[in-house]
């Protein structure tokens, strides 16, 4: 059979604004599940096209016409074009399968426009499904967590399209890999909180790393385990095997909590140049923080403690933040956050709006006390939009401490001190036009809190006394997905909301 794979990273087509980013970075953000469901349909005996959408024109011409089967896979603030890709490709007759972060937190809202809807996927389950073993307009799982992926080397073909140019790498280009799955911590707004950790056999991540040096020790790996290094020792036992002059720097996403002691010349060693931990709150999840029961201005300055010891080390670090969590409440969170910030300019902050996706506890909870805005599209489950009520915070009162955050973050006085830190040039300039590029956020969030001031109707939705969408956000989803739009209804933009 003729099969196409799609990867949609972004929800609208190209802009000018947006083209350098996108063509540049976004394209590194492939997945790897996508990758391996064309590497089985491949071994599987049929013909595959394989894609990724980072805006660069029509996603329809990025695959061959006349397809038997489609696969998307796609997050959810994506969601809006792959559903009105689906029924561009349901008019065509071919049939039209889900996967990817989207349809295993919202399955029955995908099956409105999908014949098939994938939750936990491997060979096993493509196999079945490309031969007919289950019924259309389903909900379909291999029931398995996920163990066996398709080498780097199987991959080459989907590595070559997503990430590569000309069928060359580029100095930005990524290869992701994957040395774990599931997370040991059970944060309540993450979708990796009920998956088990597991650590994927390390004869094959040996066999990636060793594939990768020999043939392009120059090249960025990325690992796309949802928490790199749970088991610390037995993975970097496996990359300080591969010669030290070919080894490939990398990035990763972790928890403090691993990362101390002589653990941090060991990242030095395999050449880490770029780690992400999640901070998340002032107040909460203090496992994965590595603080101890500290909270407040005391977990600020452990905090600094870590992060100024991680720089000796590593030397790109980033620290993800969520603000408006249930114990979140006046101006210390935004006070403790800013200091962060003016304290540790080579850290770049990521402060996210609290998303509650399905089959998370954060959801489920939302759900149960009436607090999602339940006709807010799916498309808009990212910063800078708030789906939910707070339990503390007003929305204006809301929008107005994120334009105070992220005034400091892109400010001429921390974009100065960006610049005036020892990191390499290009990771200073890097964090410079990421300054530039936030300011679209603190406009959103500007805007926001002037409508909320000044339009009673818009107010009233964010307080959650009135159900109907205010046609701002039609408008701003129309803008997004542009003659695409067209495709899904107004009633169509409703989400299905369902019980865990």
Avoid at 72 to 81: D, G, I, K, N, W
Wanted: aromatic share 12%; with cysteine; proline share 7%.
């Amino acid at each position: 059979m003729k099969i196409g794979v799609l990867d949609i990273l972004v929800d609208s087509p190209r802009t000018w604004i947006n083209f350098a980013y996108r063509g540049v970075l976004k394209k590194q953000y492939a997945g790897i599940v996508p990758q391996a469901v064309s590497v089985w349909c491949r071994q599987l005996g049929h013909e595959v096209a394989y894609a990724t959408y980072y805006g660069q024109h029509e996603p329809e011409r990025l695959l061959p016409d006349d397809l038997d089967f489609v696969f998307l896979s796609t997050y959810t603030q994506s969601s809006a074009m792959a559903y009105a890709l689906a029924k561009l490709y349901r008019r065509e007759g071919t049939l039209t399968v889900i996967g990817g972060p989207h349809a295993r937190s919202f399955p029955a809202d995908c099956l409105r426009f999908f014949d098939w809807v994938v939750l936990e996927c491997d060979k096993t389950l493509i196999d079945d499904l490309l031969r007919g073993a289950f019924d259309r307009n389903s909900i379909v799982t291999s029931g398995r967590p996920l163990r066996d992926i398709p080498s780097v080397e199987e991959r080459m073909p989907e590595i070559a399209t997503s990430s590569f140019s000309k069928g060359r790498p580029v100095w930005s280009s990524m290869v992701p890999l994957l040395s774990s799955v599931g997370c040991p911590y059970a944060c309540d707004f993450c979708v990796d909180w009920n998956n088990d950790y597991a650590l994927l056999p390390l004869d094959r991540l040996e066999a990636d790393l060793n594939f990768m040096s020999s043939r392009w020790p120059r090249v960025m790996v990325a690992y796309h385990d949802p928490n790199f290094g749970a088991k610390f020792d037995q993975v970097l036992s496996v990359m300080e095997r591969v010669p030290q002059p070919t080894r490939n720097p990398y990035v990763m996403e972790s928890s403090l909590s691993i990362l101390k002691g002589p653990r941090l010349r060991r990242l030095k060693d395999t050449r880490c140049v770029y780690v992400a931990p999640g901070v998340e709150s002032w107040q909460e999840y203090s496992e994965k923080v590595g603080v101890g029961k500290s909270a407040g201005r005391d977990r600020l300055e452990r905090l600094v403690d870590r992060f100024e010891e991680l720089r000796d080390h590593v030397v790109g670090l980033q620290a993800n933040f969520i603000f408006g969590t249930d114990v979140d409440r006046g101006d210390e969170p935004v006070e403790l956050t800013q200091e962060f910030m003016r304290r540790l300019p080579f850290v770049w902050p990521t402060i996210n709006i609290p998303t509650p996706f399905g089959g998370t506890p954060l959801y489920d909870r939302c759900l149960a006390e009436g607090r999602i805005l339940e006709s807010m599209p799916f498309s808009f489950y990212y910063t800078p939009y708030l789906v939910t009520t707070l339990k503390n915070y007003h929305p204006i009162e809301y929008y107005e401490k994120l334009a105070d955050m992220y005034s400091l973050m892109t400010s001429g006085t921390m974009i100065g001190n960006r610049l005036l830190t020892d990191a390499p040039p290009a990771l200073r300039m890097l964090h410079v036009l990421r300054s530039f590029a936030m300011k679209k956020f603190l406009a959103a969030f500007r805007r926001t809190r002037k409508m909320l001031r000044t339009d009673l109707g818009f107010r009233a939705f964010h307080e959650g006394r009135s159900p109907a969408l205010p046609d701002y956000y039609h408008r701003v989803y129309e803008s997004k997905l542009g003659k695409y739009a067209a495709l899904l209804s107004r009633a169509e933009r409703t989400p299905v909301l369902e019980t865990s």
